[in-house]
């Protein structure tokens, strides 16, 4: 499409439409702490001709979605620091090792063998905790959210049966 074009002859499919509001929004709103009220989500829905029910269903499939992303954001950072703690123990644990084979034999000897041999499970470890995508992800995702889920569960109940016998 040329800039000469007639303004009606112009038509756009509805992921262009999409995209073209996108960016049409995020330039009127420089500004990152500009909000737009659910009145005025309304108000551009009326003008785009978007019914009340089609805004409010895609209010919730958003929110879902924002849940979700919150719930991998957790359990990505629930990976990092169970991956930091096993490091941690892995240079403690090697750290001595060194130490004791310089102490005793004046050099790195036996103890570099033992580190080497340490290592390899870390790295393995390095690469399942920063790899993001595909079915193994996938798999311990769905794991930890069915245990993160199941320990809420229980301590609602707790908590509500501790209230119960406070009361």
């Not at 036996?110 to 996938?138: A, R």
């Not at 959210?145 to 569960?153: A, D, E, G, L, V």
């Amino acid at each position: 499409m040329t800039a000469f074009e007639p303004k009606s002859l112009r038509s756009y499919s509805q992921e262009d439409v999409h995209q073209i509001l996108h960016l049409a929004i995020a330039r009127q709103a420089d500004d990152k702490d500009t909000e737009f009220s659910y009145e005025q989500i309304l108000e551009i829905g009326a003008e785009l001709e978007i019914s009340p029910e089609s805004l409010k269903l895609a209010e919730r499939d958003w929110l879902v979605q924002q849940g979700q992303v919150q719930q991998r954001k957790a359990f990505d950072a629930y990976r990092i620091k169970k991956f930091q703690k096993r490091l941690g123990n892995y240079i403690i644990f090697n750290g001595f090792l060194i130490l004791a084979d310089l102490i005793t034999g004046g050099g790195i000897s036996w103890s570099l063998y033992i580190l080497l041999f340490c290592g390899l499970p870390v790295g393995l470890d390095v690469w399942n905790t920063f790899q993001t995508k595909g079915e193994e992800y996938e798999m311990a995702f769905q794991k930890w959210s069915r245990n993160h889920q199941i320990k809420k569960t229980i301590s609602t109940v707790l908590n509500k049966w501790f209230k119960a016998l406070q009361a």
